[in-house]
């Protein structure tokens, strides 16, 4: 996808001014809950959004699906209220479209940000539909993850989003739903929306470490990794009262830990500067020497099997030698298990040496 079909809205999406934070309940559950909430998340500087389910997907049937049309007349009225975030805009909230009819409805209430959720952007004839939806329209609209770990599915939803001329677009990093979740509700698998964001850069990409972690106890951990690893923003669940929530109510945070949580996390931020410079220059000069003493030896290694190629060619033998290169494995595996370096991670790198020196050697 194109660079240029994404041009970000500077007043909402400015990059420099990290994170950008979005929070508010899984999902709205009365007209006193939505004015509670969002009067105490209006306090907090720096929260751009509100969010709050109106249509809830629900994995299997009986549990509450949201409340739809009068939940957005709630919305409207608080934009339209004299009630402003901290730093003086009006109120803005979003929520999960999940077809055309709900675009239609949020447009007619004045709600002018969405974002597709996880099972939505695997469909992609209702991301077409909701994209023909929006067609011609000032939106913001947020793309979460789809459930499996598929990337060109992810990004596929952006094209078809942006095809319609929807130039105001984030992503959202909500963790893949696996078999084996790795103790998280949803496997965070930070190394996609890494390759999605190296793909697209320019793309704000916000971590959602509520549906991710599943606990109100992993929130921190996991939005402090979202800001180490450079995300330009969180989205996170709130309500005033997490223990009687109709959803998700073991995730949702108080207004008061999310303060705290964003406090803490901006202390962190400004802890970043030049002082820690000073202590890592050296020990990032080692790191540089020894990638580039690393690559030296990889280039002799592929000049070796060049010459392996040439004795094998002589010899009639066969390029792939599977005794030779399972005793190779092993002997690796050893001297890694020797130097504390973790098994999977040596095994993972010789696998990709291995097949590159079976390139070189069928050249
Ligand atoms: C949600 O944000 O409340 C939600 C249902 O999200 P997801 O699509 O990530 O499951
Ligand atoms: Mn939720």
């Known amino acids: 996808m194109?660079?240029?079909?994404?041009?970000?809205?500077?007043?909402?999406?400015?990059?420099?001014?990290?994170?950008?934070?979005?929070?508010?309940?899984?999902?709205?559950?009365?007209?006193?809950?939505?004015?509670?909430?969002?009067?105490?998340?209006?306090?907090?500087?720096?929260?751009?959004?509100?969010r709050g389910g109106v249509w809830k997907p629900r994995t299997r049937p009986g549990g509450f699906e949201g409340l739809g049309e009068p939940a957005l007349q709630w919305m409207k009225e608080l934009q339209e209220s004299d009630l402003r975030m901290a730093d003086g805009s009006h109120v803005r909230f979003c929520c999960e479209v999940a077809s055309p009819e709900h675009v239609a409805l949020c447009l007619h209430y004045g709600i002018n940000a969405f974002w597709l959720g996880a099972r939505t952007t695997a469909n992609p004839f209702m991301v077409e539909e909701i994209g023909e939806a929006l067609r011609g329209?000032?939106?913001?609209?947020?793309?979460?993850?789809?459930?499996?770990?598929?990337?060109?599915?992810?990004?596929?939803?952006?094209?078809?989003?942006?095809?319609?001329?929807?130039?105001?677009?984030?992503?959202?990093?909500?963790?893949?739903?696996?078999?084996?979740?790795?103790?998280?509700?949803?496997?965070?698998?930070w190394e996609l929306p890494l390759h999605l964001r190296r793909v697209m850069p320019d793309l704000p990409l916000i971590c959602d470490p509520s549906h991710i972690g599943g606990t109100r106890k992993l929130i921190e951990p996991l939005s402090t990794a979202a800001v180490q690893l450079e995300y330009d923003g969180l989205m996170v669940e709130v309500h005033p009262h997490p223990a009687d929530a109709l959803t998700d109510a073991p995730q949702q945070l108080t207004p008061a830990d999310f303060a705290a949580l964003v406090k803490r996390l901006a202390d962190f931020q400004t802890q970043q500067p030049s002082s820690a410079d000073s202590h890592l220059l050296p020990l990032r000069q080692q790191i540089d020497?020894?990638?580039?003493?690393?690559?030296?030896?990889?280039?002799?290694?592929?000049?070796?099997?060049?010459?392996?190629?040439?004795?094998?060619?002589?010899?009639?033998?066969?390029?792939?030698?599977?005794?030779?290169?399972?005793?190779?494995?092993?002997?690796?595996?050893?001297?890694?298990?020797?130097?504390?370096?973790?098994?999977?991670?040596?095994?993972?790198?010789?696998?990709?040496?291995?097949?590159?020196?079976?390139?070189?050697?069928?050249?």
């Open 2 to 50: 194109s660079k240029k079909l994404c041009t970000f809205a500077k007043s909402f999406m400015d990059k420099n001014d990290k994170p950008i934070l979005i929070a508010g309940p899984c999902s709205v559950e009365s007209r006193e809950q939505l004015q509670q909430v969002t009067r105490e998340l209006t306090a907090i500087p720096q929260l751009r959004l509100i």
């Open 137 to 189: 329209t000032d939106t913001l609209v947020m793309v979460k993850n789809p459930l499996s770990p598929d990337l060109r599915l992810w990004l596929g939803a952006f094209e078809r989003i942006a095809q319609v001329g929807i130039k105001n677009l984030a992503a959202i990093h909500r963790g893949f739903s696996m078999y084996n979740n790795q103790g998280y509700r949803n496997a965070p698998l």
């Open 289 to 363: 020497d020894i990638d580039h003493e690393l690559l030296r030896l990889l280039a002799q290694r592929m000049v070796l099997s060049q010459q392996i190629a040439h004795v094998k060619r002589e010899q009639k033998m066969t390029v792939y030698q599977s005794k030779r290169w399972e005793a190779v494995m092993d002997d690796r595996l050893q001297l890694a298990s020797q130097l504390n370096l973790d098994a999977d991670f040596v095994r993972g790198l010789l696998e990709k040496i291995h097949s590159e020196s079976i390139r070189v050697q069928m050249d």
